[in-house]
C-alpha cells in the first residue's frame, strides 16, 4: 500500500486530494497544526479513514517527526498563507510560512528518506506583471504580491533541490482553482456566499474591488488530480494547470446572480478599499503540457463551476436558519 503525507491537508485542496488518494488505494496521513479552535470542516467526513500528525511547517523538528511516523511514498507540500490580500498585512510571516517552509520540508525529506517523491504546490500569481499571454512553464515569473514573492522561492528551492540533490521533486503552476470548499476570503466564495444570502434575504449588497480583472478559473478537484499525475511519471518536471480560458470578475458576479434570478447591478459595489496595491490584470495558463505528458483535462466548466458552488452556498444558509 503506497502512503502519502499532505501538508494543509483541512484546505479546499488538501481534502480533495485526500479523496482522491484514498479512492487509489493510498494510506494517507495529513499534518495539521495545533490550534485552539481546529477547523476540520473540509475533512469531517474522511477522520475515520486518515491519520493526522501534529506538526507545523516552521518547526523542522516536527516535520521530521511526521516523515518518520508516515514513511511517505509521496509528499504534497499544499499548506501555506495563501491568501493575497493579507500577504501585504503579514508579509514576514507570509514569507517563512509560504517560502522558507519548503525549504524547511525538501530539507527533512532529504535527512529522512530522499527518495520520497515530493509535489510543491506553485501559484499562478508568481506571474503577476505578466510578461506572455498565455502563460506557460518558460514565462518569466514577475510576482506583484508578498504572497507571490514567497511562491517563488518556493517553486525555484524545489527546482534546486531536484537539480542538486537528484531529488524527485515536482512544482505543479496551478491557476485558480474553486469549490464549495472555497475559503471565504477568496472571491469566488465571497461572490456565491453572498449571491446566496441575498437571494435567501440575509444580505443586502456586495462590495467587491477591481471588477475587471481576469482570471483562469477551474475546479479543485480536476486540478488534484493533475497534482497526483505529476507524482507517477517516470521523470520529475514542472507543469503549469490551468483551462486556457480567461474571465473577469464581472463575468463571475453575472452568472452567479443570473443563475438565481436577481440583477448584479443592483447589489453589487465596487470600493475602492478592496482593489490590491499592484493589481495583477490578467492570468491565462498554457496547459499544452500537462496534457500531452500527463494526459490530463478540466472536466468542470467555469459556469458549471459557479452554479456547484452558488447551489452549494444557498443549501447551507437556508439550513442554518
Same mark, same amino acid.
Given at each position: ?15 480533495y ?10 494510506k ?42 508516515s514513511d ?24 517563512q ?12 525529506v532529504r ?15 508568481m ?8 502563460q ?9 504580491? &508578498? ?6 522561492? +518556493?517553486?525555484w528551492?524545489? %527546482?534546486?533541490?531536484? @537539480?542538486?540533490?537528484? =531529488? ?13 470548499r ?38 479543485a478537484?480536476?486540478?488534484v ?11 520529475p ?15 463571475l ?11 448584479w ?21 498554457? &496547459? ?6 500527463? +494526459?490530463?483535462?478540466?472536466? %468542470?466548466?467555469?459556469? @458549471?463551476?459557479?452554479? =456547484? ?13
Open positions: 500500500m503506497k502512503k502519502a503525507l499532505i501538508t494543509g491537508i483541512t484546505g479546499q485542496d488538501g481534502s486530494l485526500a479523496e482522491l488518494l484514498l479512492s487509489k488505494g493510498y494517507v496521513y495529513g499534518l495539521k497544526r495545533r490550534t485552539a479552535t481546529p477547523n476540520f470542516e473540509n475533512i469531517n467526513h474522511l477522520l475515520d479513514k486518515i491519520e493526522l500528525i501534529s506538526g507545523d511547517l516552521l518547526d523542522f523538528p516536527s516535520l521530521i517527526n511526521a516523515i518518520k511516523i511517505p511514498d509521496e509528499i504534497y507540500n499544499l499548506a501555506a498563507q495563501s491568501f493575497v490580500a493579507d500577504s501585504w498585512v503579514q508579509s514576514i510571516y507570509t514569507g510560512a509560504t517560502g522558507l517552509s519548503v525549504t524547511n520540508m525538501l530539507e527533512a535527512l529522512t528518506k530522499p527518495n520520497i517523491r515530493f509535489y510543491q504546490a506553485s501559484s499562478s500569481e506571474y503577476g506583471k505578466v510578461l506572455e499571454i498565455p506557460k512553464e518558460t514565462t518569466p515569473f514577475y510576482p506583484r504580491s &508578498p504572497y507571490a514573492v514567497a511562491k517563488v522561492y +518556493g517553486h528551492i524545489t %527546482v534546486n533541490y531536484r @537539480e542538486s540533490y537528484g =531529488m524527485y521533486t515536482c512544482s505543479g503552476i496551478l491557476f485558480n482553482h474553486e469549490s464549495p472555497r475559503g471565504l476570503e477568496f472571491v469566488t466564495r465571497k461572490v456565491t456566499k453572498a449571491v446566496a444570502r441575498i437571494k435567501l434575504g440575509l444580505q443586502k449588497e456586495l462590495r467587491l474591488g477591481n471588477l475587471d480583472a481576469k482570471r483562469d478559473w477551474g475546479y478537484g480536476d486540478y488530480n493533475a497534482m497526483w499525475l505529476m507524482l507517477q511519471q517516470e521523470k518536471d514542472d507543469y503549469v494547470i490551468a483551462t486556457g480560458e480567461t474571465h473577469s470578475v464581472k463575468e458576479v453575472e452568472i452567479a446572480f443570473s443563475y438565481v434570478g436577481l440583477d447591478k443592483k447589489y453589487v459595489v465596487q470600493d475602492p478599499k478592496l482593489m490590491r496595491p499592484a493589481e495583477v490584470d490578467i492570468l491565462l495558463g498554457d &496547459p499544452h503540457k500537462a496534457k500531452e505528458k500527463l +494526459g490530463w483535462k478540466t472536466e %468542470v466548466s467555469f459556469e @458549471e463551476l459557479i452554479k =456547484m458552488m452558488v447551489d452549494s452556498d444557498l443549501n447551507r444558509f437556508a439550513n442554518s436558519n
